[in-house]
């Protein structure tokens, strides 16, 4: 009789521990369901530094874009191909994010030779773009290319004269949206082509949830 007080307080530390034991399995278990169901974003590769002009005729480089996530695509504006439709869904991921938001959104140009700055400046005002989030971006061909085929894997190449079908017919160039992280790293590449209601059931609000993943990141 005089034991139990002593053997008592002993029963009860084992159910603790096995209490606690028991709810750190449940807690490695769930952490481990939903990184299944949201694995990490793939590293394609980091974006190496550059100097290009904007279009307000200003320097732009990698540090400008430093802590920030940022979508790119490349276009012309000549095209009568795909770069309309390229330009009006991103402006309709300018729509979709939030007005503190930090993401920057970058176009580069695949004819740097005519699109200068005003040009491109032009170009963004009709589509309604907000420059303090959406820059344009010229300059010579070997450095668009550094950045766009070098790094972003935004490839272009010109038509020659006598396959042109008309003098709009210029360039062949990707028509996909690529998202880097805010440590240069490109993160996602994301195919625009097909019809609307794709664009904006799939690709669109797959695009804005990895932006988000990304934005809630150190």
Request: glycine share 8%; with cysteine; proline share 6%.
């Amino acid at each position: 009789m005089a034991e139990m007080p002593q053997q008592l307080p002993r029963t009860l530390w084992v159910g603790v521990f096995l209490m606690f034991g028991l709810l750190c399995v449940a807690g490695l278990l769930s952490m481990a369901e939903l990184k299944s169901e949201h694995p990490a974003l793939p590293i394609y590769g980091s974006i190496v530094d550059f100097t290009l002009t904007n279009q307000d005729g200003q320097a732009a480089t990698l540090a400008d874009l430093t802590n920030h996530v940022w979508v790119a695509d490349i276009i012309f504006t000549r095209c009568a191909g795909p770069c309309p439709r390229m330009t009006t869904q991103m402006k309709s991921v300018q729509d979709k994010l939030a007005s503190d938001s930090n993401v920057r959104l970058v176009t580069l140009t695949t004819d740097p030779g005519y699109d200068s700055p005003e040009i491109l400046k032009r170009y963004g005002q009709h589509f309604g773009a907000d420059f303090n989030r959406w820059i344009f971006l010229t300059g010579t061909k070997t450095e668009v290319a550094g950045l766009a085929a070098g790094s972003l894997k935004l490839g272009s190449t010109p038509i020659p004269a006598a396959q042109q079908k008309n003098p709009a017919d210029l360039f062949i160039h990707t028509t996909i949206f690529v998202l880097v992280d805010k440590h240069a790293q490109l993160r996602g590449i994301f195919e625009t082509g097909g019809d609307d209601v794709d664009w904006e059931n799939k690709t669109r609000p797959k695009l804005l949830a990895d932006i988000h993943r990304l934005e809630r990141q150190p």
